[in-house]
């Protein structure tokens, strides 16, 4: 089965300040996609962004952007500007592509809470 | 308005009983997935489907079990072989196979053993 690592299971940062949060993962696909989504106390699931494995540059999106480093298989989350309302569960999600015929499946990580200080 | 759809939001159940959890979506999506979510902690993958007709488990499929008979449907059922299933369910779908299409999440129901 595919592997997904979250190691920091709470970050506190201050507001207006940027965070890193860590994702490593494990496969040995060539081709994968890497996401990563916002949980925040309502249940719902906020995607954020996408790295793909052949993906030469960095994803961003608005104040997000991701620190993917293939060869030590980790696409951390950098959230630039926190904001009160950055404070969530965020997870790190692996995309595979499985044999022809089958779906893709997708794997999440456990999870880091992030909390914005004011 | 597109969108999946899940229902009930909240569900108690009995120790012993089966209970079904819906999924629906108008997406018009061929990829569905659940996921099991306890408090505090990362989602784990039940079950997901490619197509109609075809399912494969998940990490955590025991006590499980679902059905795709239709390209807008993926109910599962939390058979009474699952020993603890008070839990927060997710169900997500994806457009194509592509691996840049991210996956849509339903609302949730949150499944009570009483």
């Known amino acids: 089965a595919q592997k997904i690592t979250q190691t920091q299971p709470g970050m506190f940062v201050q507001e207006k300040e940027a965070v890193t949060l860590d994702c490593t993962y494990d496969?040995?696909?060539?081709?994968?996609?890497l996401f990563w989504y916002k949980q925040p106390s309502s249940g719902e699931m906020i995607f954020l962004i996408y790295q793909g494995s052949y993906d030469e540059q960095n994803a961003t999106e608005g104040r997000y952007s991701l620190n993917f480093q293939k060869a030590r298989k980790s696409a951390n989350l950098v959230i630039s500007a926190s904001q009160l309302g950055d404070s969530a569960m965020y997870f790190c999600?692996?995309?595979?592509?499985?044999?022809?015929?089958?779906?893709?499946?997708?794997?999440f990580g456990s999870g880091t809470q992030l909390t914005v200080l004011p | 308005d597109g969108g999946i759809t899940q229902s009930p939001k909240y569900l108690f159940r009995k120790e012993g009983q089966n209970v079904t959890l819906s999924c629906e979506q108008n997406?018009?999506?061929?990829?569905m997935y659940w996921y099991r979510q306890d408090p505090g902690q990362g989602l784990r993958l039940i079950y997901y489907s490619q197509i109609v007709n075809d399912f494969q488990k998940g990490d955590i499929a025991e006590g499980y079990s679902v059905s795709r008979e239709k390209k807008e449907s993926f109910p599962l059922t939390v058979t009474s072989a699952q020993k603890n299933p008070t839990a927060f369910y997710l169900c997500a779908s994806r457009g194509t196979p592509l691996l840049n299409t991210e996956a849509f999440f339903g609302q949730g129901t949150r499944l009570t053993v009483v």
């Open positions: 999600a692996h995309l595979t592509l499985i044999s022809s015929g089958s779906a893709r499946q997708l794997t």
């Open positions: 496969t040995s696909d060539q081709s994968y996609g």
């Open positions: 997406l018009n999506h061929d990829a």
